[in-house]
């Protein structure tokens, strides 16, 4: 692949990332961060995932491309893949702006291998959780490259942190 995939992920102290199909955490100033990273790149998303966008959209300015199963399922706006293997395919030309993993955590889990950058932000606080990101901090082959400096929004401590594949 010409270009290297990476993941973008908001996860709480104890890598939860979602609650009953939304994010159980959110930070205003994270959407911004979202945008600033992704720019005019490509999106690897779930379909529930999707589902948690606004109004269920794919994201603008972005290529989208939405992970499956279901041989059926069509979107404007977006591409559909029906297996890692497929989507990896799309992106096989790579991407100028970068290709990114926005989740959810199954297709965090199955895309991971194929990441050598995380967009992490790393959130001081756990509220319940049914979804869970890998624990990059207990992977030997993930190294905390960036810890990001420590930032507050409504009483809540948060960095933007940016973790490297090592091996
Ligand atoms: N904190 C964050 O940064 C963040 C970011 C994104 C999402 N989230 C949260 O994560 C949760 C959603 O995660 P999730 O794991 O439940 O769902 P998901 O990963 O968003 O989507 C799961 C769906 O994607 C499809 N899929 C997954 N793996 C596939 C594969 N190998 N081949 C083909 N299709 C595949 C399947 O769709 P079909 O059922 O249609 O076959 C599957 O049901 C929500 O709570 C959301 O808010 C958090």
């Known amino acids: 692949m010409k270009n290297e995939l990476s ?8 890598w939860g ?18 945008r600033e990273v992704t720019g005019h790149g490509t999106v690897i998303v779930g379909r529930r995932t999707l589902l ?14 939405v992970l499956t199963r279901d041989s ?5 706006g977006a591409d559909v893949a029906h297996s890692v293997e497929a989507a990896l395919e799309l992106v096989s030309d790579g991407d100028p702006e970068g290709v990114f993993v926005c989740g959810g955590a199954s297709v965090y889990r199955a ?11 790393r959130i001081d606080a756990a ?4 979804v869970f990101f890998p624990k990059l901090d207990r992977m030997p082959e993930w190294r905390l490259a960036d810890p990001g400096e420590e930032l507050e929004s409504g ?10 594949r090592v091996k």
């Open 7 to 14: 993941v973008v992920v908001a996860a709480g102290s104890n």
């Open 17 to 34: 990332i979602g609650y009953k199909g939304t994010q159980n955490l959110v930070i205003s100033e994270d959407r911004k961060h979202f």
């Open 52 to 65: 948690d966008f606004p109004g269920g959209r794919p994201l603008k300015n972005r290529r989208n491309i």
């Open 72 to 76: 059926g399922f069509a979107v404007e």
């Open 111 to 121: 895309f991971l291998p194929w990441c050598k950058r995380a967009f992490v932000t």
């Open 127 to 130: 509220p319940p959780a049914d």
């Open 155 to 164: 009483g809540i401590k948060y960095r933007f942190q940016v973790w490297e």
